[in-house]
């Protein structure tokens, strides 16, 4: 059974970091892609950054560019955020996912990123 399980989320005022991780078990996901989307109230789920898992290629949101890294432990199966420079406009609830990019089969329960002004 796979599972992804998020953590690291919290309160953190504007210009503050924080690292999300996902814990991925379950199957080997040398073949896939693994990323993380938001979404905030009110309003859709967006794609936030991605990581080829064999290669390490990593993709990003052009909002996230520069403030936010996407990383991967393959001995530890688990998947970071790096989050720096935080905005109020990056509150929402953050969702690791694994899966091809027209595909996301697998998805965590997420967890709450909150930047106060």
């Known amino acids: 059974q796979v599972q992804l399980v998020e953590s690291g989320g919290g309160l953190v005022q504007a210009g503050g970091s924080l690292r999300l991780s996902c814990a991925a078990s379950?199957?080997?996901?040398?073949?896939?892609?693994m990323g993380w989307f938001r979404q905030a109230p009110g309003k859709e789920r967006e794609f936030v950054a991605a990581?080829?898992?064999?290669?390490?290629?990593?993709y990003y949101a052009d909002s996230v560019k520069g403030r936010l890294t996407i990383s991967r432990d393959n001995a530890k199966n688990t998947m970071y955020l790096q989050m720096n420079s935080l905005k109020p406009e990056d509150t929402a609830v953050y969702y690791c996912?694994?899966?091809?990019?027209?595909?996301?089969?697998?998805w965590g329960q997420g967890t709450q990123v909150t930047v106060s002004s």
């Open positions: 379950g199957r080997t996901f040398s073949n896939y892609y």
């Open positions: 990581i080829r898992w064999s290669s390490g290629t990593r």
């Open positions: 996912a694994a899966g091809v990019p027209s595909s996301y089969e697998y």
